[in-house]
């Protein structure tokens, strides 16, 4: 069987088609997820942590560089084809992601308390993509729904 153009045909013959199966939303629950999660925490990592009324300290400067490469470990997490792997890369960016900015927040109130300084939005990025991270890392683990 050819087209028109001369070209075989792609389409099985007689009606019967053939379609991979694959899951809505394309990828296994949980990949979209943890490339969020990987994005607010690559972004929060060079953002303002703390601001204080003599200038902004930037993530940068200090834990926001571990914040960074535990996010390009997310990055590859999406990627891998092994969902075991990607539930460790997951997990272990939700922990570094939770950790660190937790632990600024507590070494500030344990120095000045809460007087002179607030979170900045890269330390709010940070928090949120590791609980994201954390969350799919669950997903990815439980695996696919069955219908």
Not at 8 to 18: K, N
Not at 54 to 69: I, K, N
Not at 107 to 136: D, Y
Request: proline content about 7%; charged content about 10%.
């Amino acid at each position: 069987m050819t087209t028109r153009a001369g070209a075989p045909a792609t389409t099985a013959p007689s009606g019967s088609r053939r379609t991979a199966a694959r899951p809505r939303g394309g990828g296994e629950p949980g990949r979209r997820s943890l490339l969020g999660a990987s994005l607010l925490v690559l972004f929060g990592s060079f953002m303002p942590w703390v601001d204080t009324p003599l200038g902004t300290v930037l993530g940068g400067q200090g834990a926001g560089l571990w914040t960074f490469y535990a996010c390009m470990l997310g990055l590859a997490g999406v990627m891998v084809p092994l969902r075991g792997l990607a539930v460790a890369q997951a997990a272990l960016l939700g922990v570094v992601a939770l950790a660190l900015p937790l632990w600024q927040v507590g070494h500030l109130l344990s120095l000045v308390g809460t007087a002179g300084w607030m979170p900045g939005p890269g330390l709010v990025l940070v928090l949120g993509g590791g609980v994201l991270a954390c969350v799919s890392a669950v997903r990815l683990h439980r695996g696919p729904r069955e219908a």
